[in-house]
């Protein structure tokens, strides 16, 4: 009996291309307190209505000066003021200065200021007859920050698909958003499929029976959704039977934007997403010429997304971060999904050259190169803790000592 030619395999970029094409960003959006918005994509461009600094003001603590005073000076200049931040100076009396300090107002007439430890107060009984011995030579613009050098007036300060990060966050609160308007949290059901999983804290590990072992997936999973800004529902472990998926993916789909399951998407009798999901919607995605992760599935159940990645911890792990991570942050009206990677060197050598685009767990060592984890199969979870970063090897080629490869560092892919 002749069988069918078996499907090339789908190439990563591809598939990721078909992935982002396939969602829409969400419209429904909500506002935060500007400190609680860490980590949301921001829905509303911010333009800024006032410059930032508002002022010339002083970069330092030290003298404001006229620099032509300051190169005809022939002992020391008298101090006529002193401008503490938050206050306003006076125009600055011809051949004196003022006593500034940092993120105060320059005041009309000064165009420098000069630190304090290049300046020496002399004649001081008191503040009033303060002078002050300058002993560098200031030039124009010295230490001063220009009004709107940070931000301008009008400028856009923040775009609309931003991921808010602790920095943005401070910009936002420098033109004075109490508030942002952010993307609502994507909705995602989470369940795993396989009759050989159990929930950590039901059995004791010395009362564990043949052939099963816990589920880690869910816990990864769920935290990497959540960093993510997803709300997420965790379903548990559904058993390995075809009415229960299809029942457990029905009542998923009903109430989230993804569905996304871990395990059961390969071709075993016993893995039962492919169909379900088929009986329910359409599937458009099936394998991906990466290693680990090539079982990997993506549909559609209604208005639903649904995304199965594969059983094993690895590849669940790995699927996730160059896939669903990119997705889901589409979803949410980010456009800059790339990962970045850097050029690093390898320390080791690596001749198993594969066909697929392989996916090395790595970390760099104290000398700047990358160290290989020894054991690189896919249900190994160990090199995913000991390990920084990912090395994204091209299919069929080799990795010698020495030789400069991708590095994509898990702070790139995790955050």
Not at 204 to 215: D, F, K, T
Request: charged content about 20%.
């Amino acid at each position: 009996m002749s069988t069918a030619p078996r499907k090339p395999l789908m190439p990563l970029d591809d598939a990721l291309a078909q992935l982002l094409a396939s969602v829409a960003p969400l419209t429904q959006t909500e506002a935060l307190a500007t400190g609680d918005a860490d980590g949301r994509v921001l829905a509303q461009a911010i333009v800024s209505g006032l410059q930032v600094p508002p002022c010339d003001n002083s970069a330092m603590d030290g003298y404001a000066v006229r620099v032509d005073d300051v190169l005809a000076a022939q002992g020391a200049l008298p101090v006529s003021q002193r401008i503490a931040a938050g206050s306003v100076g006076t125009p600055l009396q011809p051949g004196t200065v003022a006593r500034i300090f940092t993120g105060a107002p320059v005041p009309p007439g000064a165009d420098a200021v000069v630190m304090q430890e290049e300046c020496v107060v002399v004649d001081a009984a008191d503040a009033a007859s303060a002078h002050v011995q300058i002993h560098s030579t200031p030039l124009p613009g010295q230490n001063i920050r220009r009004s709107g050098e940070d931000v301008a007036r009008g400028d856009v300060v923040l775009a609309a698909g931003a991921r808010l990060g602790p920095a943005a966050l401070g910009l936002g609160a420098s033109v004075g958003m109490a508030q942002l308007q952010v993307v609502r949290k994507p909705r995602v059901a989470l369940f795993s499929t396989g009759d050989e999983l159990v929930l950590p804290g039901t059995v004791p590990p010395e009362q564990m029976p043949p052939g099963a072992i816990y589920n880690s997936n869910r816990f990864f999973l769920s935290a990497m959704l959540r960093r993510l800004g997803c709300e997420v529902t965790d379903l548990g472990i559904v058993p390995d039977r075809l009415d229960a998926t299809v029942e457990a993916l029905q009542q998923a789909a009903a109430s989230h934007d993804l569905v996304l399951t871990s395990g059961g998407v390969s071709v075993g009798e016993e893995d039962h997403i492919k169909p379900a999901v088929q009986s329910l919607g359409q599937l458009d995605l099936w394998q991906i010429a990466i290693k680990p992760g090539k079982p990997f599935a993506h549909g559609r159940i209604g208005a639903a997304h649904f995304i199965g990645l594969p059983g094993n911890p690895v590849s669940s792990f790995v699927t996730f971060v160059l896939l669903v991570r990119p997705f889901l942050l589409r979803m949410q009206g980010v456009q800059d999904v790339a990962m970045k990677s850097i050029a690093a060197r390898a320390d080791f050598d690596w001749p198993r050259a594969e066909k697929r685009r392989e996916f090395l767990r790595v970390r760099r060592n104290e000398q700047g190169g990358l160290e290989l984890f020894t054991n690189q199969s896919s249900g190994v979870l160990t090199s995913a803790v000991w390990g920084d970063g990912l090395i994204d090897t091209p299919p069929g080629e080799p990795i010698h000592y020495g030789a400069t490869v991708r590095y994509i560092p898990f702070s790139e892919l995790l955050a």
